[in-house]
């Protein structure tokens, strides 16, 4: 097994601190009313299409953003790049819930498949910007690529996503219908049994045979 020294846990440790920073200025970039929306979004899909939202309010933010007059005395390309920031973040939880629930068996079908819709037409609006830079470009350009690739490789994840849910819940429902179908049989073939031994009874009873009631003995 491969040893690391004490610059190298402490490298860790270090890591460790700055991510767990991160994630906390991440979660502080959403109002309080994004952060509910995104706690009551229990469902599988329903939780895609709530980040999806968010992510949309990003680039409609950005998008006003450079529409207004320059202001001297305001860090506009600063703010851009913030935006972008936060809707990479957004980005990143999403597939991180998606990775989740995939592996938990969650049906995110429904939330995939507006991810599948949705996205494109954010990457296109990403490209857009891309295609036609502004004063500010040199303050989000890295940022803005990051954005257009981070959004690409969720699409790509979430068309292999589906396949296999789509596939999966198939055969699911393929088989919880031959359960149903292998019950109503039972059901049917224990009824006919009781109806046989109710009519074997009636025979007994009336040539002699065994009682139908014991109290009769």
Do not use: C
């Amino acid at each position: 097994m491969r040893r690391f020294g004490r610059g190298a846990a402490r490298a860790a440790v270090l890591i460790g601190i700055a991510v767990s920073t991160a994630l906390a200025q991440q979660r502080a970039a959403l109002s309080q009313e994004e952060e509910d929306k995104l706690r009551e979004a229990q469902d599988p899909g329903q939780r895609i299409e709530v980040y999806l939202e968010l992510e949309q309010s990003r680039i409609d933010q950005f998008v006003q953003a450079r529409q207004r007059p320059a202001d001297p005395q305001y860090d506009t390309g600063a703010y851009l790049n913030q935006l972008l920031g936060q809707y990479i973040a957004l980005n990143d939880e999403m597939k991180d819930w998606i990775d989740y629930q995939y592996q938990r068996l969650g049906d995110m079908r429904k939330g995939l498949r507006a991810l599948l819709d949705r996205g494109p037409r954010q990457l296109a609006e990403l490209r857009q910007i891309q295609q036609n830079p502004d004063a500010y470009a040199a303050d989000y350009r890295d940022t803005l690529n990051d954005a257009v690739a981070d959004l690409s490789d969720a699409l790509d994840g979430a068309t292999k996503a589906l396949a296999e849910q789509e596939k999966k819940f198939g055969e699911l429902k393929r088989e919880e219908k031959i359960q149903a179908q292998q019950a109503k049989q039972d059901i049917k073939e224990e009824k006919k049994r009781e109806k046989q031994e109710k009519k074997l009874r009636k025979k007994e009873v009336k040539h002699g045979g065994v009682p139908e009631d014991p109290d009769q003995r």
